[in-house]
C-alpha cells in the first residue's frame, strides 16, 4: 500500500489528499523518496502508482510481485540503493518485461534484489552487469511503448525480493522473469508472494 510521506503531508490537507488517505486507492504521488539520510528513495522522480503490490490479477492468474507506476518512455530510472548490478536482460529474452534490470542490496544487515521492469534496451543501460552503483544513480529509462511490446501503456515495474538475485531459483525456475506468483513445487501463492517486499513499505520503513 503506498503511504504519503509525513515530508510531502501539508498542514492542511487538501481535498485530494484526504481521499487518498482515506480511501487508500491504489494510486498515489510522490516525491521519490529524496531524503539524504534514507539509504533508499523510490526510483522514479515521481511515484503514480497504477497497480499495487500483492494485488490478484486475473488475466496473468498470480499476485502482482511489484508496484506498477506511470512514466512515459525515456523517464529517468534510478538505483534504489547502493547496490551491485546482479542482471540485466533485454528483450525477447524476458518476455513480457521488455528489458529488465536487477540490482543487489545490502540494506540494514539485510540482502534485498530491487527489480526494475519494463526499462528499455534501444536507449542503452546506463550500467554494467556487476558495475557498484549509489542509491539514486541513473541506472536506465523507462522503454516506449514500441520498444516494450506488451498490451499496456510505458510503466516501471518495480520489485523488491528478499535475498540476492538467485536465491531460491529451484523455486518455479528462473525467478527473475517472474512479475506474477506462481504455484508450480508445491508453492502457494501466498508463500510465493512471501518472497517480495511491498516496495512503498519497504522504502518508508527505511526512511525513504
Ligand atoms: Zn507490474
Known amino acids: 500500500m503506498c503511504r504519503i510521506s509525513q515530508a510531502s503531508r501539508p498542514s492542511v490537507p487538501s481535498r485530494a489528499l484526504v481521499f487518498v488517505l482515506v480511501l487508500g486507492v491504489g494510486s498515489c504521488d510522490s516525491d521519490g523518496g529524496l531524503d539524504p539520510s534514507s539509504p533508499v528513495r523510490f526510483p522514479l522522480d515521481s511515484w503514480s502508482m ?3 503490490f500483492g494485488v490478484w490479477n486475473d488475466y496473468f ?6 508496484e506498477d507506476a506511470r512514466a512515459s518512455g525515456g523517464t529517468r530510472v534510478y538505483a534504489l540503493a547502493d547496490g551491485v548490478v546482479g542482471g540485466i536482460f533485454a ?10 534490470m536487477m540490482i543487489e542490496h545490502e540494506i540494514g544487515g539485510e540482502f534485498v534484489t530491487s527489480l526494475y521492469g519494463h526499462v528499455s534496451a534501444r536507449r542503452g543501460f546506463q550500467v554494467s552487469v556487476g558495475e557498484a552503483v549509489s542509491k539514486g544513480q541513473l541506472v536506465a529509462y523507462i522503454a516506449d511503448d514500441d520498444e516494450d511490446g506488451g498490451p499496456w501503456p510505458p510503466h516501471l515495474h518495480f520489485g523488491i525480493r ?3 538475485y538467485d536465491i ?4 518455479c525456475g528462473l525467478w527473475l522473469y517472474v512479475g506474477y506468483t506462481q504455484t508450480c513445487g ?3 501463492h501466498e508463500q510465493y508472494r512471501s518472497f517480495w517486499y511491498d516496495p512503498s513499505d519497504f522504502i518508508r520503513s527505511h526512511g525513504g
Open 91 to 100: 528483450a525477447p529474452e524476458v518476455q513480457g518485461y521488455g528489458a529488465v
Open 162 to 164: 528478499r535475498g540476492g
Open 50 to 52: 497504477s497497480q499495487d
Open 61 to 66: 492468474e498470480g499476485y502482482h510481485l511489484a
Open 168 to 171: 531460491d531459483a529451484q523455486i
Open 186 to 188: 508445491g508453492v502457494t
